[in-house]
């Protein structure tokens, strides 16, 4: 009968191996350093959310701005920065008349819970009485030879989340337009 022969070098009496029981130490140790740093990462270092970048604000707040809903337009803005009433009526009584999309920012600073952005492009749609035209700014400005400033907003970190740090309602449109020099009336108009 064949008989298998001994495995060389024999083992000792009572000596394991020593080789699996370190290479799973490693594949241990492995897997938790890689967990660690994946909830680091998620938790600490990524902001997660809505609302939690400058973009995702903005990109809201200008989508309530379209809407003319006032309480959610105040709702971006800082607690110590709220917009005028003036101002909040004006947009609510004014409907949907500008719509702003594909906003590009560009951050200008940004300290701890403070940052300056630049609206750097977008794109408005101007409606009204049956007729809609989108505009896409730098297309715009180029084809005037305008070169006014982009309009750069404040944003301020409260309870974890971007806010505009502005008083006033932002209309981007207002800030790429020209501007007009106040005409007084002539004398003795009313």
Known sequence: MWRQPPPYPPPRA?????????????????IALISGGAVAYFTFLRPSGPGNTAQETLDKYFEALASGDTSVIKSFHASDMQPPDEELQSLSSNGDLMTYKDIELKTIEESGSEMEVEIVDYVVTISTVGYSESIKMSKWKSEMGTSTGNMVVKLKKENGKWLVNEPHVLLPLE????????????????
């Open 14 to 30: 009572g000596e394991r191996k020593q080789a699996p029981i370190a290479l799973i130490v490693i594949i241990a140790v492995g």
């Open 175 to 190: 800030a790429m337009l020209p501007k007009i020099p106040d005409i007084p009336a002539p004398c003795g108009s009313t």
